[in-house]
């Protein structure tokens, strides 16, 4: 394992000051322009330099004028936020810590695979969601992510692998996105869906759809028109077959029980044998991981072009579940394989640097929470804000 702590870079007020042109769509790129006395067809050259070339220096960008260029540095920044950590595995997954401009942080991890490399963003800074297994459910801070942060987050990635210009193929080292980093996608749809159109826009990183799968615990009413705008693959952590057990370990089973969910799934447009939804199904021993179970899971998504992703849950300091025998999840996917499913079982990726969602930041968490405690004690007020949202 390599790590590096990532200086904290000088601070420049001016520069912090001027708004972040990544993350505005090419209509807002317009106005922003416009706001210069730019004509539109401009916000085509600068897309192209911000999200094909990557440029983050407005003076290395050739093809403008020179005078347009020292105008959009007195007035723009294209900033990535600020790499308070970076860690690369013995496997090669590499996971990063990011800090916006707020404070708030949020992580990336990149997850090298045979012959391409998934970008696995997060959408939001914790979750409002407690799902029992999930490390990211038990932190405070919670606020949606803006359409910048995630559409950076893909392109800080881009930044660590030299992946630029954008490549027409998808990408050499990073060919997919998944959105199954922290927090729920479909609870910030606006800015998931903002990111995402950028993501996708062929002038600029040009990701294809069929590229980008998006992860949601099952918020019924958003699915549909996910489908619908974006068209990406879709996930659904179902982790159970009966709602009393979802009920118990994913309380927005409450609010959208198994049969709204698989109606949901499917009515998800563009569905067929060949773009199947994906089930991922999290292996805790004694809960969810008999045949009877497997079974279950069987008659639950018929009708439904389904695969399953056997994920073997990944214990944190203070859960209650233990990860199934490993004997009883090869047979829980010996099952599925031979009702004719594709049910791969997830490798563990990065143990050594605790790559799985949620846990990098809580480290920072964790040593965040023992220095208030300390100031508590300390009879310091705490400074600290938590802005947690409604729950489910
Ligand atoms: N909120 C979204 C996306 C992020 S979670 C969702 O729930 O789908 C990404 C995946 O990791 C989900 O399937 C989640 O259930 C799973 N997961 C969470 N904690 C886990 C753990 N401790 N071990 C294994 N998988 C976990
Ligand atoms: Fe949130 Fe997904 Fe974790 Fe549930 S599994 S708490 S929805 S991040």
């Not at 959408?123 to 409002?128: A, D, F, H, K, L």
């Not at 881009?158 to 060919?175: K, L, N």
Request: charged share 25%; glycine share 6%.
């Amino acid at each position: 394992m390599n790590s590096t702590i990532a200086p904290e870079k000088a601070s420049d007020a001016t520069a912090s000051e001027r708004p972040n042109l990544i993350g505005l769509s090419r209509q807002e790129l317009i106005e922003a322009l416009a706001s210069l006395g730019e004509k539109p067809f401009r916000a085509k050259q600068l897309w192209h330099w911000l999200y094909h070339q990557g440029e983050t220096d407005f003076a290395k960008m050739t093809t403008l004028a020179k005078d347009l260029r020292v105008k959009l540095q007195d007035h723009f920044v294209a900033q990535r936020p600020t790499i308070t950590r970076e860690q690369t595995s013995s496997d090669g997954t590499r996971k990063w810590l990011l800090k916006f401009p707020d404070g708030n942080e949020a992580e990336t991890v990149y997850i090298p695979e045979e012959d391409r490399g998934s970008v696995c963003v997060s959408s939001q800074v914790g979750c409002t969601l407690t799902c029992k297994f999930c490390h990211t459910g038990t932190q405070l801070l919670v606020r949606n992510l803006m359409a910048a942060e995630i559409v950076s987050q893909f392109m800080v990635a881009r930044d660590s692998y030299g992946e630029w210009p954008s490549p027409m193929d998808g990408g050499r080292m990073i060919s997919n996105i998944v959105l199954m980093g922290m927090g729920e996608p479909l609870f910030n749809y606006d800015n998931v869906a903002k990111a995402l159109k950028i993501i996708m826009d062929g002038e600029g990183i040009s990701v294809s759809k069929r590229r980008i799968t998006l992860s949601t615990s099952g918020v019924v009413p958003e699915m549909k028109r996910c489908g619908e705008e974006l068209g990406v693959n879709l996930a659904v952590s179902l982790h159970a077959v009966t709602d009393e057990v979802r009920d118990r370990i994913m309380p927005i089973n409450k609010k959208y029980p198994i049969k709204e969910l698989m109606q949901a799934c499917r009515d998800y447009p563009g569905m067929s044998n060949a773009r199947r939804i994906t089930f991922e199904y999290v292996m805790l021993k004694g809960i969810n991981d008999s045949l009877a179970d497997a079974r279950e899971l069987i008659r639950i998504t018929k009708g439904i072009p389904a695969k399953f992703n056997l994920i073997p849950f990944n214990k944190w300091p203070g859960s209650d579940f233990e990860c199934s025998d490993w004997d009883d999840i090869r047979k829980f996917s010996d099952f599925l394989f031979e009702q004719g499913y594709s049910a791969p079982i997830r490798m563990p990726r990065g143990r050594d640097i605790l790559a799985a969602c949620g846990q990098l930041k809580s480290d920072s968490e964790r040593a965040r929470l023992t220095r208030m405690a300390e100031r508590i004690k300390a009879g310091i007020p705490d400074d600290e804000h938590h802005k947690p949202q409604p729950a489910v």
